[in-house]
């Protein structure tokens, strides 16, 4: 394994956790990470969904007409095809590989739907808080069909999808000034290893979806399995070896708020009063 010639330190997983069953939409099963007691939120990250399943009655009623404000939805399709369509007129269909970063800024009313009867459905849905200045915003789309997101191997083994952050010299196409978000999709060959500087001030995780991994160094090193999410502590430099099987995880960081956060279900403001106003508006119709 080479070695980083630079001042800073070394990342280590600080928690694991799984996700928990549930149940969202019109019933679509998934697994909460992010969102639930055991890790509420992970600043500036309020949820972190994962959808996987090739039984169609788990998905098929899909997520009919819901608001949102606030905050910004990021879904990354992995399996399956996702029609979107909102109360602003914006429809489209998100087919595997793609990405839709939603700004839901002061409020749109969408619905996500899939639209296969059948086959695989997987992915991953994350939301991101945006700060005060910013949850009024006009609603904005970031959205990438699969060959606009580079694919890079940046060492034996190692393929790296960059949705958002820069790897070496190349960046995502996502823009997002307000938390400068990383969120890349590594796959690792069996005893493959890559090192990848995390900016210094972001709050970030890893999640392992396929495989098993190891991540950290030294004494700080430790397994990853699939399903599990680590939460990142300590030091900026993030290390990962792909294990006897290889290993395939989404790394996502963002720098945080440090804001007051006050949620109910779709609403995400920084005051209670400011919730209840989302409620007022919403059933006035002005989303
Ligand atoms: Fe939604």
Redesign the pocket.
């Known amino acids: 394994m080479t070695s980083v010639t630079s001042m800073s330190t070394a990342a280590r997983i600080g928690r694991t956790l799984r996700g928990m069953p549930a149940s969202d939409g019109a019933g679509v099963k998934l697994t909460r990470v992010i969102g639930t007691p055991q890790l509420e939120m992970l600043d500036p990250f309020l949820m972190l969904d994962e959808f996987g399943t090739d039984r169609a009655e788990d998905y098929l009623a899909g ?1 009919p007409e ?1 608001p ?1 404000r606030g905050f910004e ?1 990021v879904t990354y399709m992995l399996d399956g095809r996702m029609r979107h369509k909102d109360n602003h007129g914006n429809e489209g269909v998100l087919v595997p590989g793609s990405v839709q970063w939603m700004t839901a800024g002061r409020g749109l009313v ?1 619905s ?1 739907m899939p639209e296969q009867q059948e086959g695989r459905m997987r992915g991953f849905q994350l939301w991101v808080n945006l700060p005060a200045a910013e949850k009024m915003t006009q609603p904005r789309y970031q959205e990438f069909a699969p060959e606009r997101i580079p694919l890079l191997q940046p060492a034996q083994g190692v393929q790296v999808k960059v949705i958002a952050g820069r790897v070496g010299d190349v960046d995502g196409p996502i823009r997002q000034p307000a938390t400068e978000p990383v969120y890349l999709d590594i796959e690792l060959a069996p005893q493959a290893t890559w090192q990848y500087e995390l900016p210094e001030e972001h709050n970030g995780f890893v999640y392992a979806f396929e495989g098993e991994g190891v991540v950290g160094e030294g004494d700080g090193a430790r397994a990853l399995a699939a399903q599990e999410l680590g939460v990142l502590i300590g030091g900026s430099r993030f290390t990962i070896a792909g294990g006897d099987k290889g290993v395939r995880v989404i790394l996502v960081a963002g720098r945080p708020l440090r804001e007051p956060v006050a949620r109910y279900g ?1 609403f995400v403001m920084n005051t209670k009063e400011q919730v209840m106003q989302a409620f007022v508006d919403f059933q006035q119709g002005r989303f």
Request: without cysteine; hydrophobic residues 15%.
């Open positions: 997520f819901h949102h939805t969408h996500e779709p």
